[in-house]
């Protein structure tokens, strides 16, 4: 989401669309859309390469991403997520094999020399089912690049097993095929993110930064009760530089980036999903983060405010205002583009506006991501997510 996730639960849900041409010769796969998105008036052409692919000698059977009743949970291989349990570092860094599913979500907000601005997404993705009584994982991950009149993107998915992907330690790597995102000996930061496509890439030099325990301190419920919750740490603060290449063009940039981090285990309802993300810098000591869940007719609401001194404050729903403006359709589905966001108590009244309306990433479960801009009582910038049901 950045934030709830966001996307791994729904691939969950999706796995058994994943059929697989790839049983022990290939141990990966490119859902690849080198996509270039001139901008919200102009007409978009897709190049899509569709590969699908095999686990082992069986299909990955599709996952009911719910809550569960308790006889299920007790049964169920995997993992729950509980209040209480402290977050261990650098360990949580690293995969969780006892949890079903779980990400690393990089975004940057970026500008060139010229003071052109850039967005970037970085995102890989595990997710485990039971196959024959075993468990069995796959990675998918997406990549993509805006500017204020382009936009590219792309997604690969390999097999855990024969080493196309993978997080380990000493040094410290994320990778799927070639992309990679590389820290130091045992955390992602301060590091490195690699992506390289035909159409677009960057390679990204990423400084260290604090990570911040959302919800209770790190258990992050994702409805009222707290039946389904993940574990949930950010690091908003985040100095970037390096190149963006599109379109075989490469330039120089700095800015600002975000990483966020959960593992879960089916943590929640699939039927008439949706939610509403931002993390947003409101400047260079201050970042905001918010996301509204909707699932089965219940929203739930976080927002946080993390300072650069090392401390965070989660803020209750009733000191939060987010009001949709403007909407843009994508395959039939209404996005709300403008946003005005309110929070009194902290002197907070904010519009958040895309670089580019077409950040629409029209993957295997699509949705809209991209950078934003954020004018009104602050000037800065942020990244937003927006998916599914309203």
Known sequence: ???????????????????????????SFRLQYLARARSATNAISWVVMVTVVWFGDGLIES??????????????????????????????HLLHPDFQSEWWYVTANLQDEQGRDYGVQFTLFAAADLTGGVKQ?????????????DFFFAERYARADMGHAGVQANPWLAFID???????????????IVVEEESFGYQLMTSDADYFLQGDEGFSKKNESGSMASYYYSAPFIEVNGTVTMAGETRTVSGRAWLDREWSTRVIRAEDLGWDWFALRLNDQ???MLYRLRS???????SSIMSANGTIEVLGASEVMLEAGQSQSFEGRDYVLDWRIRIPSRNIDIHTRPINDSQFLRTRISYWEGAVKISGSH?????????GAR
């Not at 989401?1 to 141990?27: D, E, P, Q």
């Open 1 to 27: 989401m950045k934030s709830i996730s966001r996307l791994s639960w729904i691939y969950l849900c999706n796995i058994k669309k994943i059929k697989c041409l790839w049983k022990t010769v290939c141990g």
């Open 63 to 92: 996952v009911a991403v719910a809550a569960q009743p308790s006889s299920e949970v007790a049964a169920s291989p995997f993992s729950r997520v509980l209040p209480g349990q402290p977050l261990k570092f650098p360990e949580d």
């Open 137 to 149: 994982r796959i990675f998918f991950a997406h990549a993509a690049l805006s500017s204020a009149t």
């Open 178 to 192: 070639n992309w990679r995102m590389e820290g130091g000996a045992v955390a992602p930061l301060p590091g490195r």
């Open 286 to 288: 201050t970042a905001l």
């Open 296 to 302: 089965h007719g219940e929203q739930h609401f976080y």
């Open 379 to 387: 000037e800065s910038v942020g990244y937003m997510e927006l998916f």
